[in-house]
């Protein structure tokens, strides 16, 4: 994990809340990989959800890999996970896939792309592609 953390194109954010005590509250880890990068992990603390650290946590992701180069971002989550895709949802992702029995307790995942150029076009396009490839 050490060696995964100090590569130059993996990002590693770790937030708190202001009542927390300065005690970790959430960790989200990127990686880049040409002008694409991926969210592996993304989890906030139960006693530090809904004060917006989530959100915070996300938006300043998007805002370092966006000045890495990367031009979209893929993320999953797991299908029944409200908050999460309410989350996603709001700052413009869209589904593009679907992963079956992706978590170890046999749990879907939903496969989301963010655009982070200019042109959210791209990930409209990317949205009806894989519609048609599921049908």
Known sequence: MAQF??????????GSVADSSGTMG???IARKAADEAEI????????????GLGRALLEK???EL????AKRLFLE??????PALTLYRSLGAVP???????????ADAAIFSLALSDSPSDDEQIAEESHEDQR
């Open 66 to 69: 966006r000045a890495a180069g």
């Open 40 to 51: 592996l992990t993304f989890c906030v603390a139960p006693a530090c959800r809904n004060a």
């Open 77 to 82: 989550v797991e299908e029944d996970n409200e």
């Open 26 to 28: 959430g960790l989200l």
């Open 5 to 14: 953390l100090a590569s130059p194109e993996t990002l590693c954010l770790i």
């Open 96 to 106: 593009v896939g679907r992963r079956e029995h992706y978590y170890e307790h046999g």
């Open 61 to 63: 992701a998007v805002t």
